[in-house]
């Protein structure tokens, strides 16, 4: 059974001049434990919002979300139950999460779920501080006393002091430099293996994505519009965001690749496109497209996809050609 | 002739210990109508190397070398001839566009003001050549565009504008700091092509400067990459990223996911951290984090030595192609 569990999930806010919008638009998402999920997409998608959802940090419209059985509901003044502190977040920001006036020991401390002695906290500190590659001492020291990487580091040894069994985790790895990152990267995979962890990973790097997560949901303006194991999706994406957002991506190999453009920008999500909100920018739109929104259905390979060009149960393929064969028809 | 070549610059910047080194002799040329990236964390001295140029160094700097641009030293430039040349031939473009756009003035104003100045154009011409950049930056609705604000433009369009701005005066070369580092890939994918367009369509030579070898390998011709306020690595793109030789440049590519290798493939985090400047190391001031330090290397500065159409700083030189 999955560990957390978003199901339909609706996010809206108010707008000073133009009412209502919708950031997230009805979509789902579920983490098992020892599992890495990839959430990837445009900045405006609604990915953060999502993720705030998750944990319960705006209330959603629409939709529930469940975490070991038990409904998570808006954080309030209330301490939160028990069952729901092994559900954590680890924010973008590591200079604005962490108490710049207080030692990285008294901060982890704070967030021990057992008080136990002081000596048997002090010793658990540490043990945090170690397994996430700090060193022991670092406890005794501020945050303004280490990189940006090891900050980061220290906001997911904050985490950890929660025993959480699922983790959220929100551009964990924007701003590091590529050594940190991946020393990051790797750290969040042996988490994962080793305790057991879940980790919802919110990032726009798809080349981090792929080489960290297990399955991968694409968001496009407030929906998801593909899902799936991420080696299948990275080797075959089905639809044509996921393809284009690949197709974006710089190889650094030295060969002079020069990514494609999307051409467009993402559209305001208070006048979201109709029919399928891609359509304004996919290079494959037919007449459907702006008419009718796609639903999200099985493939014969398991994964989920919502386009028009691949029906429900069928063999994936590329939508170049699916759309060449629909064109000769 | 380069268009710009650039010999022994060092930079000392003012600080409460004194002055520190950020640039410590570095030495390279941009060829007319090339890429040149340079490449290094964040404090390597990548962007202190081009602020010298410009004069544009924070009060009580000091700088040492030469910086040839068309024949003229532009260190050796009275401060206000050094204005009207950087103004007009040398362009820059930010990470940030918001921060480098005046929020208060529209994009029309911002683009003409400089025109005016530096080609004398009058107020018709001016706007007339507003229009035609906004054209050539490929905004969409350049004629309206011209009387709106930066805030009523997304992150990539302000990007845009803001390499509008830089090209105004038709400038000999373009200094780009992580143009493309606050945008989304999709969007950074288009402003990539639109410099590449640019070098090719009106034989501009551009200066890249990023942290990111996928952004540099896309459109760069030759490469630099710098460690701690040194070149330890530079030469043609295909040569130093396919097979790089120094240990930073290699090390720096273990670091990155690679979009076509095999995905389990796991990423290999370099030890240690940058160092940050006023306590470089000394020797190869990589030595603490390189697993291939000899005796040498922590006691003498490795000189960059030309070998096999590139130039290496690193007396092991452990991946020597045969």
Known sequence: MSALELDDIVVEYDRRDSGRIRAVAGASISVARGQIVGLVGESGCGKSSLARA????????????RFDGNEVTPLRRRARPRELVRLQLVFQNPY?????????????????????????????VRELCEVVGLSATAAERYPHEFSGGQRQRIAIARTLAAEPTVLVLDEPLASLDASAQAQLANLLVGLSRELGLGLLLISHD??????????????????????????????????????????AVPHPDGRGFLPEALPGEVPDPGRPPSGCRFHPRCPYAFDRCPREEPPLVPMADGRLAACWLQPEGAEPAPPARLATARSDD | MSLLEVEGLRVRLPTARGLTTVVDGVDYRV????????AGESGSGKTMSMLALLGLLPEGAAVEGSVLFGGRDLLRLARSRLREVSGRDIGMVFQDPLTSLHPMLSVGRQLTEHVRLHLGLDRRAAQRRATELLEEVRLPDPESAVRAYPHQFSGGMRQRIAIAIALACRPKLLIADEPTTALDVTVQAGILRLLDRLRRENDLSVVLITHDLGVMSSIADRVSIFYAGRVVESGPREAVLRQPRHPYT?????????????????????????????????????????????????????PLLAVNGRALACPVDPFTVP
């Open chain 1, 54 to 65: 998750a944990v319960g940090l705006v209330k959603p419209a629409g939709g529930t979300v």
């Open chain 1, 96 to 124: 604005s999460s962490l108490n710049p006036r207080r030692k990285v020991g008294s901060q982890l401390a704070d967030a021990l779920v057992d008080a136990g002695t002081r000596r048997a906290r002090a010793a658990r």
């Open chain 1, 206 to 247: 798809l080349a981090i994505v792929r080489h960290v997560a297990d399955v991968v949901s694409v968001m496009y303006l407030g929906v998801i519009v593909e899902q799936g194991a991420t080696r299948r999706l990275w080797e075959l994406p089905l639809h044509p965001y996921s393809e284009a957002l690949i197709g």
């Open chain 2, 31 to 38: 060829e007319r109508g090339e890429v040149f990236g340079v």
């Open chain 2, 250 to 302: 290699r090390a720096l590519l273990d670091a990155l996911p690679h979009p076509e290798g095999p995905p389990e493939q796991r990423l290999v985090a370099i030890a240690g951290a940058p160092p940050s400047p006023g306590s470089i190391p000394p020797g190869c001031a990589f030595h603490p984090r390189c697993p291939y330090a000899v005796e040498t290397c922590r006691r003498d500065v490795p």
